[in-house]
């Protein structure tokens, strides 16, 4: 079965300090999604990333960047130079068919990450 | 703009009573999901459609209802027979292989 841990609960970190969100998975499928969500204090879900698992080049876009390697089923979030507007739930997640479409989504249980300013 | 829309944003609910939340989305997804978030978890899946007119069930689907009579459309039910509601609830679309979007949540509480 499908499963995503995300072993982190709550993270706090003075601003400009970089961050790293772990995040492990386990799935039946050789080829899958996966991706990562926002989830600031408003609660609406903010779509952030997704890697195919056959794409394992590093990603980076502006302070954030992910770390996929799938020789040890892990696909971390990095926040570089983090800033107050960062503090929000993040959450991994994996589609419950593999690289299927229109499948729902598998997710961990989010990690909180506080930035002090 | 396009997007998903839940409504209502906090809804109370008595004993025994049954609520309907709201989701719409004007993104002409083909799928649309509903999931359940309870404090410090993550979302479980209660209902999901891929097509009008047909739903599946998610891990957590007893005591809900859901209908899919128009592709924009994608209502959950709370019956009474759920025994522990409160919650906040999301409501997702998608298409193809593209990202789920989420809508803002419905946040339901017992009374």
């Known amino acids: 079965a499908q499963k995503v841990t995300q072993a982190q609960t709550e993270i706090s970190v003075v601003e400009k300090e970089d961050v790293t969100l772990d995040c492990v998975y386990e799935t039946r499928d050789t080829t899958y999604y996966l991706f990562w969500y926002k989830q600031p204090p408003s609660g609406e879900l903010v779509f952030l990333i997704r890697?195919?698992?056959?794409?394992?080049q590093n990603e980076i876009s502006g302070r954030y960047s992910w770390n996929f390697q799938k020789s040890t089923s892990s696909f971390n979030f990095t926040i570089t130079a983090s800033q107050v507007v960062d503090s929000a739930v993040y959450f991994c997640a994996l589609p419950i068919l593999g690289n299927s479409g229109n499948t729902p989504l598998v997710f961990g249980k989010g990690t909180r990450l506080s930035v002090i300013a | 703009d396009g997007g998903i829309t839940q409504s209502p944003k906090y809804l109370f609910r008595k004993e025994g009573q049954n609520v309907t939340l709201s989701c719409e989305q004007n993104l002409n997804h083909d799928a649309m999901y509903w999931y359940r978030q309870d404090p410090g978890q993550g979302l479980r899946l209660i209902y999901y459609s891929q097509i009008v007119n047909d739903f599946q069930k998610g891990d957590i689907a007893e005591g809900y209802s859901v209908s899919r009579e128009k592709k924009e459309s994608f209502p959950l039910t709370v019956t009474s027979a759920q025994k522990n509601p409160t919650a906040f609830y999301l409501c997702?679309?998608?298409?193809?292989?593209?990202?789920?979007?989420f809508g803002p949540g419905t946040r339901l509480t017992v009374l």
């Open positions: 890697r195919n698992s056959f794409d394992e």
């Open positions: 997702a679309s998608s298409i193809a292989r593209d990202e789920q979007f």
